[in-house]
């Protein structure tokens, strides 16, 4: 099985950056060099559908945004840390929302129509205006 956990939320004013971070840790990860999973970024608001925010294939060349956050997040990874990164610049009050990393091990080559079945607990942004 897989675990993610991620960390970095908090509350910053609208034009403030932050760092999320995501690792993912079981066994999936650790002994099995075959699996190449795609990791991403999910988010999702109160009275709001779940937005997929972008994602990152393995070997970090193949990278997807959403129109929304284009520009303004970059995300990134570091296999040997099994971690994921989202750097958020020039936030926005409407990306508040509770950001959650997923994995999916056996990833398309188009990553936002991937499975991602694997998620983590999520950490919260909140942008104030």
């Known amino acids: 099985q897989v675990q993610l956990v991620e960390s970095g939320g908090g509350l910053v004013q609208a034009g403030g950056s932050l760092r999320l971070s995501c690792t993912g840790s079981?066994?999936?990860?650790?002994?099995?060099?075959?699996?190449?999973?795609?990791m991403a970024w999910f988010r999702q608001a109160p009275g709001k559908e779940r937005e997929f925010v972008g994602a990152?294939?393995?070997?970090?060349?193949?990278?997807y945004y959403a129109d929304s956050v284009k520009g303004r997040f970059t995300i990134s990874r570091d296999n040997a840390k099994n971690t994921v990164y989202l750097q958020m610049n020039g936030l926005k009050p409407e990306d508040t929302a509770l950001y959650y990393c997923?994995?999916?091990?056996?990833?398309?080559?188009?990553?936002?129509?991937?499975?991602?079945?694997?998620r983590g607990q999520g950490t919260q942004v909140t942008v104030s205006s």
């Open positions: 990152i294939g393995y070997s970090g060349g193949n990278i």
């Open positions: 079981g066994r999936t990860f650790s002994g099995r060099t075959f699996v190449r999973p795609a």
């Open positions: 997923a994995v999916d091990l056996n990833p398309p080559r188009d990553l936002a129509l991937g499975a991602y079945d694997f």
